[in-house]
């Protein structure tokens, strides 16, 4: 049996975005370890910005430590094992003037954002030496469809990481992100995103997805878009990718990522593995 290592950048995001292929690994025997990025939690003060987010989750005093149960909740229910960053949030950051870099009324897309240098680097080194400790057969992580800053972090330093080590990499569709755009974060330099395909999976590899993703309680009130709920959109996305794979009863939008190092064919594709 395999293992397949995910990095997600937030608490939620394998989830909702590859929920049901983590529920398809772990249901073939495969061991999946999924780490998020950006599960620290932050010192008060706190940045207006994220006071807004705690008021909307419903979260007092350490707003993080409730959300990795929540995750720790989810990955059980997945069959995977779940570990936790200490990197924070782009909305407890601040920038190389002591701003906060997320500023009332903006949102954290990369096209507002500075760089980043320092904590590009941290991310790379601490999943590096994921990659190396864990071997695993398959790297999976956010596209960074959506243009969310800590989505392209954790993608790029991912990427670095896989280049360094030669680990096989793909690339998540981000949901609910991809409902209302198709903007995904500028690729780091050497990067192309080839193959984009569904990995189709069963009913009972959905069923877990959805089941795990009602774990994340406090975040269920902020993944309404124009009065649609979580539920309802992961639907409406499959609704739209069905005639694409008519004989799949689900699947999730994935890319291999390609450069001079990429290899084909993906390893969790082979029975047996
Ligand atoms: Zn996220």
Request: contains cysteine; charged residues 25%; proline residues 7%.
């Amino acid at each position: 049996m395999a293992v397949v290592l995910i990095i997600s950048p937030h608490l939620d995001d394998a989830c909702l975005s590859f929920g049901a292929q983590i529920a398809s690994y772990t249901s073939a025997g495969h061991h999946v370890l999924v780490h998020t990025v950006f599960a620290g939690s932050p010192v008060p003060p706190f940045s207006p910005s994220a006071d807004r987010y705690h008021r909307a989750w419903g979260l007092t005093g350490d707003p993080v430590a409730p959300r990795r149960e929540e995750d720790l909740r989810a990955m059980q229910l997945l069959g995977a094992t779940s570990s936790h960053g200490d990197f924070l949030d782009a909305i407890y950051r601040r920038d190389e003037q002591g701003d906060w870099l997320v500023q009332p009324g903006s949102r954290p897309h990369t096209r507002f954002m500075p760089e980043e240098p320092h904590l590009s680097k941290a991310i790379t080194a601490r999943i590096a030496g994921l990659v190396e400790q864990h071997a695993p057969a398959l790297v999976a992580t956010a596209a960074a469809v959506g243009t969310h800053v800590d989505h392209q972090r954790a993608r790029d330093a991912t990427i670095a990481a896989c280049r360094a080590t030669g680990a096989k990499l793909r690339l998540w569709e981000d949901l609910p992100y991809a409902l209302w755009t198709n903007e995904m974060s500028p690729l780091p330099d050497g990067t192309a995103l080839a193959k984009r395909r569904i990995a189709a999976c069963g009913k009972e590899a959905r069923e877990h997805k959805y089941l795990a993703a009602a774990a994340y309680v406090s975040q269920l009130p902020g993944l309404v878009y124009e009065g649609v709920g979580l539920f309802d959109l992961l639907d409406r996305r499959w609704s739209d990718l069905a005639d694409e794979e008519a004989e799949a009863l689900y699947g999730e939008v994935v890319w291999t990522a390609t450069d001079a190092e990429a290899r084909e064919g993906d390893p969790c594709d082979e029975p047996g593995l």
